[in-house]
Structures are given as structure tokens and as C-alpha cells.
């Protein structure tokens, strides 16, 4: 065979594997969209149930009756029944309220929607995650060149994160809905108006802190993205435990459908969780961008609009966790300040690619 | 289970007690409280404000704010010409601009001033914070509270053993697991997790680090370009740069002493499929030696890859060729022959340039005149592609199209002029005889004969390349590393390392049984908490095992509410 031949057979395989992974992403779309019908109908059949822990534990007459606020936990290891119990009591101050019981609200038929839902969810991250490695292998690089690659790629560790988190028996099913209406969303603008036919990367691009710096970005990405969804969801159902507490009677669908999330409380505490956790994360994104930047650009920090918003997601991110543990700044101020952390991270992703021109601009739109 | 309002109190100061200097994290007062005193007391309360965690914050968000404009904005740090461009487009805003320092912003009075004052704001904080730190770890673990039923995590069971016992077990228990523990009285009091403080005191610092030693890189940093044709040497002097730019408080003597000559660039490019023609790899190879009399090494230079000479780096930014081309007067005599590096303009390095040849010519009458080729380079012309435009950015096919001038070049006027343009004000156009401008295609080894005898240019066989160099210098970039990396690490303990407080009381019960209570308290509510002291509990049940209850077997455990007890 002839070197022109071979290369020219090569250029087929690429391009072969490229529509392959095209319709993949195509194919993860339906399957997202089948799960995302099959979330609905977990949060309607869910809504049969009328659960109502949240009013019975805020309102005026059932706060009276109620108990002191105290749950029990097992204790770790084997001889439980033997062993001394521990008493968990809520911090002073702090409104105690339980958790909801999740989408389906207690219903059979909703619960089995809602695993269908979560199954469906698999599949299609499966599938994504093939159409991903597909590209991948199309272009011979990492999948993350240009825009239409990093949202694919973004998306599926999204979505991989609410599986492990899952696996991992955390409460997070509530996020499904949320999760995967986000994630058509995403998918539908990259397949339409991000789409770059794959290509290779300049000499610039061609170092191994694409992999960590890049990566890295879109881990930190879809954790802070899980993180803004649970804080916009403790914002409503923080307002709504408000309504309840100063005696208004909420919204028939706003009960029914914030009835069934967790406290907001705990919904608090899961998002500080999640963008505490990756902070560190994100700081060492930077720095390995800086480094990078170092050795490609001749300066460690040059100012370049990427470089900027990173430094400012990072500030606020900041602003948020000081926030959190100042007195007076606690709760919702501290989750407006973590919806405009997001908000900045996002406009670096797509703002900054599509509005200003700096030395990222090879990521292409 | 009523309790009277003096019982509450005491209870909170209990609690308080024990839940002391669990942080150094400063306390809140209110911002209202503004002294009515002399210029003193004035500056201590700014002082106190200013160190405050309320206006760190503040002064976090104005940070953020205040970056945003630079990103939006053309910056003359980062593109000069984009400056000038905007003030051309924008008369009257950018004057306005201009003032506010929006060209700037991040060396601006205003962005500095929010900097300063942030970590002013720090050092006010951290200093106080270190100090109690070393109190607290000087100091022991505060005693166990008077109710320990209050805490967030209580467990309790009567046992057989002696409350001596089950005290010193506890305290070995503890300390086995790493708790600073001590006895006091009848409990035993334990803590751990100070590497969170520590962590977060690193974290601080290392932002300090990390600012000084960016703006120290800032005011001794030089960055120089030069270009350089395969062949030519440099050596790191402020003359031998084309362009340099640098901090405040360089000094020229500052630069690291070192030469490189540019043996041969070489640049491939995918020669198939739909990327036929991008770029794959760009290296030069140089050989180098450092200090006045130092050894020749040979190495190679890529652009991911610079070469590290002490503090300085050589970075390779761009690249291009340069054709060999050789003008004879009108008797054969060789009045200019060199490289020429041309500017490319496009991917595929379409260039253009020009020659100047300033002295040694003179024309068919004897004078002595100046000559400027007006230069149009494709490393591959294609003529199936119907346009003059490269094809490829390989040498595939050269071919150099010139056109000619004769005159004053304008070069001996002392005004700065660029290599790559002609003034032609002072010059004429040579002319074919169809009175045309006289221009020729050039293969390597064509030449072009200037009309009336005047001479001639010759595009050699030679086509070299030249490579861009941008040599920076930034000083602190290791200890700008360092306290990134420290900060890293600070911060990954400050946040996932829990700071928490374990009660053990062993007390004689009124009947006589031993009575043991277990209490815990943390920082943050972390579901751990109470995990780790069931785990506590469980082994120290072990050695203290539950003694019956003494009333009656069958009930449970008075302490323990039901699950979903607040649920009536």
C-alpha cells in the first residue's frame, strides 16, 4: 500500500468514527429526552401523594405539638442493637425541618417512573459517553478542542457525577429533572449551533496540560453546575419554608412540587458541599493553566479575558465560602453570591468564546 | 421537660464555653458603632473595619468587579494596536476611557488600590488569627460542658465499669485516634482537626507569597522580541532586541548573559485530508551557550518548549522565510545579497516585504541612488488555483514576485521606519517598455533585469527561514509557584479537615452505677460528626460494656427518641 493510500484510508476510518460519534450524541439526545419524559411523569404521579412534612413541621399549630428536634443515627459496626446510640440535635437557631421524600412522593407508580427514569439516564449517559470516546478517537486527541467538543464532554461528566452520586446512595434524585432538561438543552445548542467538524489542534495545543488543565476545567464545570442547580433549588424552597413560617399559605404547585425536595437546609448544605469540595479543584485549574501559559505564551499570567473570568469565578467562588461562614451573610446571601459564581463561570465558557477575543480564542466557537 | 429562663442561660454559657476558639475566625461586630474620638480613635476604627470579614468580603466582590472591564476592553498590556485601534473608533469615549485608566485596568491606581487594601485586610486578619492559634495550641482543649445533652451529637449508657476506668480508657481511646486529650474533672475532653486552621493560615499566607512575588515579577520583568534568519546569533543585550518592553525597575545590566545562534527552523504540516496544511510541530534548533565564555550546547526550541537560561526563557512566537536575493548594478557588480525575512499573512505563509539596498549602488549615469523591491512570497504556488495566493506552507513550489524602485529611500532622515514597508514618497517606479509597472514571477534562480542597464535582482536557489524569539524575563516565578502550590494544599485542609471536640464524663450514678455520657461538637455540621462518635462510642462500650437498667430491663434507653421524633 502506498503511503497516499494509507493515509487516505486513515482520513476515512476518522471521518467514519467522526459521523459515528455524531450519531451517538444523536442517539444519547432521544434517550435523554425519553428520560426526561419518564422524570415528569415521576414528579406527576408524585404529586398524588399529598405530603405535607415541611408545612407540618413550619406551621403555627403543628410547631407547638411538636417534639424536640432530635433524630437518632445508628451507630457504625455490626452490634448496633448492643451498642449506645447517637443523638443528632440541629444547631441552635437553625429551623429543623425533614427532608422531602423525593419526586415521587411516596407513590409506587411514581417511584417506578422515577427508576426508569434513572435507568433511561444510564443508557443515555452510556451512550454519550461512546459518542464522546468516538470523537475522540476521530480526531486522535482529547475531545475537548473547541466549544462543540467541551459541551459534550461537559454534559457527560454531569450527568456521570448525578449517577456516582447516586451509586454512592447520596439524595440526589430530585436533581434528574433538573439534570438532564439542562442537558438537552446544552446538547441541542452544541449539535446546532456549536458544531465544528473535527479537526486537529495547533502546535500550541499540542502539550500534556491540555489534559490536566483542560479536564480539570470541565470536572470542576459540571460540579459547580450539580452545586447552582441544588442552590437555586434551596433559594425556592427556602422561601417557601419562609412563607410557611410567617403563616402564608403557599402555591398549590409550588407545595406540591417543593413538598417532595429535601429542606432547604439540606439543600444548603449539599451545594456548599459540592462547590466546597471543588474549589481546590478549580484553584489548581488555574494555576495549571497558568503554568501552561508559562511555557506557551512567554508570561505565567497575562490577563487574557479566559484568564480574567477564571480569576473572577474564582474570587466569588471565594466570596461564597467566606460568605457561608460570616454571621449576616449566611444562607441566602451566600447562595445569591453562588448562583453569580456560576453565573461568571458560565459567561467564561460561552461569553468569553463568543464575545471577546483573547489568546483562548482557538478553542473556536 | 421545662426549664426555667436562668436554666437556658446557663445552658448557652455552657455551650459557649466549650464551643470557644473551636475557630480563630474573626468575630462580627457591628458596623454601626463608630467612634466619637480623635484622630486615634479614628484610624483604630478603620483599622478594626478594615480587617473586619464584612469589608473583606466587600472588597473581594469590588476585586471581581473591577477585573471585568479589562477583559471587555482592549488592554495596551496585552495588544497595543487594539488600543489604538478603539481610541480611533471611539473619539469621544476614549478619552474618557483613557482617564479612568480603562486601557490598564490591572495596573490602574483603583484596581491596585483594592488589591492593597484586600490584603491589607488579610494581614489584619491572619496576624491576630496565627497568634491565637499558637495560644490555642499552647492551651488544652476546653472542659466538657454541664449538659452535654445539649450538643449536636450526645450519646450515654450505664456500665459496670468504674468511672476511673472507663475515664482512662476513653483517654487512651482518644489519643490513639489522634484527639488532643486531657482529664478534667470528671470528663475527659479531647480535640482534633487544628489542621484546618493551619491550613487555612497557609492558605493565606501563600496568597500573600503569591501576590509579592507576582508584582515583584512585574516590576523586574523585560520581555524582547527578535527575529532571527537561520544563521544569523544573538546575544542577550538591550541592543541586539528588535522591540522590548519592561517593568519599572529593570535595569538593563539585569538581563542573564547568554547567546544563541539559529541553526535551521523546521515546521511540518499535515500534507493530506481535509487539514491538509496545519501546522504539526515548529521547532528551531539553536545552539547556545551561557555566560561570556561558557560552553556551546545545541538544543532545540518548540512552542510548548522554551529554552530556560536562569531566570530567562526564549520562547519560539513565529516564524517565516526569507529568500536569498542578490542586486547587481548595471556592470555585473553585486551590490546587495542577503536573506530577506518576509511578514506572512496568512496560514499557508503568503508573504510580502521588501529590499532595501541603501548604499554601494549607483545608476546607469553614475550616481549614486538607492533601490526598494517591493517583495510577494508563496512557498508553494499553485497555478491550477488561479490566485497568487501559497497553496501550502511547506516549500513546494517558491515563487518570489517583485516590482522596483529607484530613489530615496528616506532611510538617512533619522525617522524610524519599518523593515517591511517602503516609503515610497521619494521614490520612482521602475517601468517595462509598455510603460507598465515593471513586475516578474521569480522561480529560484530567475532573474529580473531592470530597464535601460540599471541592473538586475536575482531570487537565489537559497530560501532560508527565519524564527521569531520573544526572551522574557520575569524574576519570582518559582516563588509564585510555590505559594500557588502552598495554597493549594491550605486550602484542600482547611476545607475538608473537620474540626471537632469530643466529651467523655464517667460519673457514679445515685444508685451507684457507673453513668457514662458522650457528647460531640463540631465547626460545621458534618454528618461525620456523629458517625465518628457512634464509632468512639462503639469501642469504648466494648471495654465498658452496659449495665441493666436497674428499673426496668425492657424499656429502651430513656436518651434515645425515636426516629422522625420531631414528627410527633
Not at chain 1, 170 to 175: D, H, I
Amino acid at each position: 500500500m502506498t503511503l497516499a493510500a494509507a493515509t487516505e484510508l486513515a482520513t476515512a476510518t476518522n471521518e467514519h468514527l467522526a459521523s459515528m460519534s455524531n450519531t451517538l450524541i444523536y442517539s444519547a439526545m432521544t434517550v435523554y429526552t425519553l428520560a426526561f419524559l419518564a422524570y415528569i411523569a415521576e414528579w406527576i404521579f408524585g404529586s398524588r401523594s399529598k405530603v405535607a412534612r415541611t408545612a407540618n413541621a413550619l406551621t403555627a399549630e403543628s410547631r407547638q405539638q411538636a417534639g424536640p428536634a432530635v433524630t437518632v443515627k445508628k451507630a457504625g459496626g455490626t452490634a448496633v442493637l448492643e451498642r449506645p446510640k447517637v443523638v443528632v440535635r440541629a444547631a441552635a437557631g437553625a429551623r429543623d425541618v425533614p427532608d422531602g421524600p423525593g419526586a415521587h412522593g411516596g407513590d409506587v407508580q411514581g417511584d417506578m417512573y422515577g427508576r426508569i427514569a434513572v435507568s433511561l439516564t444510564v443508557l443515555a449517559f452510556l451512550v454519550q459517553l461512546a459518542g464522546v470516546v468516538a470523537r475522540a478517537a476521530s480526531v486522535q486527541r482529547a475531545p475537548w478542542g473547541n466549544m462543540y467538543e467541551f459541551s459534550i464532554t461537559f454534559t457527560t461528566v454531569a450527568v456521570g457525577l448525578y449517577l456516582v452520586l447516586l451509586a454512592l446512595k447520596k439524595n440526589v434524585r430530585w436533581l434528574g429533572l433538573f439534570l438532564t432538561t439542562t442537558v438537552l438543552l446544552l446538547l441541542g445548542l452544541a449539535v446546532t449551533v456549536l458544531y465544528t467538524a473535527s479537526d486537529q489542534l495547533v502546535p500550541a495545543l499540542h502539550s500534556y496540560w491540555l489534559y490536566i488543565h483542560v479536564s480539570t476545567a470541565i470536572f470542576c464545570g459540571a460540579v459547580f453546575y450539580v452545586g447552582a442547580v441544588a442552590t437555586i433549588l434551596y433559594l425556592f424552597k427556602d422561601s417557601y419554608e419562609n412563607k410557611l413560617e410567617a403563616g402564608i399559605k403557599p402555591g398549590s404547585f409550588a407545595t406540591s412540587v417543593l413538598e417532595r425536595l429535601p429542606a432547604s437546609a439540606s439543600l444548603d448544605k449539599f451545594a456548599y458541599r459540592v462547590n466546597a469540595a471543588v474549589f481546590p479543584l478549580w484553584t489548581f485549574t488555574i494555576i495549571a493553566g497558568a503554568i501552561w501559559a508559562g511555557d506557551a505564551w512567554g508570561r505565567y499570567w497575562n490577563w487574557d479575558p479566559k484568564e480574567t473570568w477564571s480569576f473572577i469565578t474564582w474570587v466569588a467562588y471565594a466570596c461564597y465560602l467566606h460568605a457561608r461562614a460570616t454571621a449576616g451573610w449566611k444562607g441566602r446571601k451566600a447562595a445569591y453570591l453562588a448562583m453569580i459564581a456560576f453565573a461568571c463561570w458560565l459567561f467564561n465558557f460561552y461569553g468569553v468564546n463568543i464575545f471577546v477575543t483573547g489568546k483562548h480564542s482557538y478553542a473556536g466557537v | 421537660m421545662s426549664k426555667t429562663e436562668t436554666d437556658k442561660g446557663q445552658e448557652q454559657e455552657d455551650l459557649g464555653a466549650a464551643g470557644s476558639q473551636l475557630s480563630t475566625a474573626p468575630r462580627e461586630e457591628p458596623l454601626s458603632a463608630v467612634p466619637a474620638m480623635g484622630v486615634i480613635g479614628w484610624l483604630r476604627w478603620f483599622w478594626r473595619q478594615l480587617t473586619s470579614m464584612r469589608i473583606a468580603l466587600l472588597l473581594l466582590l469590588m476585586l471581581s468587579l473591577a477585573a471585568i472591564p479589562g477583559s471587555l476592553i482592549p488592554q495596551s498590556g496585552a495588544d497595543i494596536n487594539k488600543v489604538a485601534g478603539f481610541q480611533q473608533a471611539h473619539k469621544t469615549l476614549a478619552p474618557i476611557y483613557d482617564k479612568l485608566g480603562l486601557f490598564h485596568v490591572y495596573s490602574s491606581v483603583w484596581f491596585s488600590a483594592i488589591y492593597i487594601l484586600l490584603f491589607i485586610s488579610l494581614i489584619g486578619c491572619i496576624v491576630p488569627r496565627a497568634w491565637q492559634f499558637v495560644g490555642q495550641l499552647r492551651g488544652r482543649p476546653p472542659g466538657a460542658p454541664k449538659r452535654l445533652t445539649r450538643l449536636p451529637a450526645y450519646t450515654t449508657w450505664r456500665t459496670t465499669a468504674e468511672p476511673e476506668e472507663v475515664r482512662e480508657a476513653a483517654l487512651k481511646l482518644l489519643r490513639r485516634r489522634r484527639f488532643r486529650a486531657h482529664a478534667e474533672g470528671d470528663a475527659v475532653a479531647a480535640e482534633k482537626g487544628y489542621l484546618r486552621e493551619l491550613g487555612n493560615l497557609i492558605f493565606h499566607v501563600a496568597l500573600i507569597v503569591l501576590l509579592v512575588s507576582f508584582a515583584w515579577g512585574q516590576m523586574y520583568k523585560s520581555d524582547g522580541t527578535k527575529l532571527m534568519v537561520e544563521g544569523d546569533g544573538f546575544s542577550n543585550a538591550l541592543p541586539m532586541y528588535d522591540d522590548m518592553k519592561s517593568g519599572s525597575l529593570f535595569r538593563s545590566d539585569d538581563l542573564v548573559p547568554f547567546s544563541f545562534d539559529l541553526k535551521k527552523f523546521t515546521g511540518t504540516y499535515e500534507s493530506s485530508g481535509p487539514n491538509r496544511g496545519t501546522p504539526r510541530t515548529f521547532q528551531a534548533t539553536i545552539d547556545y551557550s551561557v555566560g561570556a565564555y561558557g560552553k556551546r550546547k545545541k538544543t532545540t526550541i518548540k512552542v510548548n518548549e522554551p529554552l530556560h537560561i536562569g531566570d530567562s526563557k526564549v520562547y519560539l512566537v513565529s516564524h517565516g522565510y526569507a529568500p536569498v536575493v542578490t542586486v547587481r548594478d548595471g556592470k555585473g557588480r553585486i551590490v546587495y545579497r542577503d536573506a530577506v525575512p518576509l511578514l506572512p499573512l496568512d496560514g499557508n505563509v503568503t508573504s510580502n516585504g521588501v529590499v532595501k539596498v541603501m548604499d554601494g549602488y549607483k545608476n546607469p549615469q553614475g550616481k549614486s541612488e538607492q533601490l526598494g523591491f517591493q517583495a510577494f512570497f508563496v512557498p508553494t504556488f499553485d497555478p491550477k488555483a488561479g490566485t497568487m495566493m501559497s497553496q501550502f506552507p511547506a516549500l513546494l513550489n517558491p515563487l518570489l514576485a517583485v516590482n522596483a524602485y529607484h530613489g530615496d529611500l528616506g532611510v538617512d532622515a533619522g525617522i524610524p521606519q519599518s523593515v517591511y514597508q517602503l516609503d515610497k514618497s521619494h521614490m520612482k517606479a521602475f517601468k517595462d517598455g509598455k510603460g507598465q509597472l515593471l513586475k516578474k514571477l521569480l522561480k529560484p534562480g530567475d532573474s529580473m533585469a531592470l530597464p535601460n542597464g540599471a541592473g538586475s535582482i536575482t531570487f537565489e536557489k537559497d530560501v532560508k527561514q527565519w524564527a521569531g524569539f520573544e526572551i522574557v524575563q520575569e524574576p519570582g516565578s518559582v516563588w509564585a509557584l510555590t505559594g500557588a502550590l502552598a495554597a493549594i494544599f491550605g486550602l484542600a485542609a482547611s476545607l475538608f479537615i473537620q474540626r471537632r471536640r469530643v466529651w467523655v464524663r464517667a460519673v457514679r450514678g445515685a444508685d451507684g452505677v457507673t453513668v457514662v455520657e458522650m457528647a460531640g461538637l463540631g465547626r460545621s455540621e458534618s454528618a461525620k460528626l456523629p458517625e465518628e462518635l457512634g464509632d468512639i462510642a462503639g469501642i469504648l462500650y466494648d471495654q465498658a460494656p452496659g449495665a441493666p437498667d436497674p428499673d426496668d430491663p425492657a424499656t429502651p434507653d430513656p436518651h434515645v427518641v425515636p426516629a422522625e421524633g420531631a414528627e410527633k
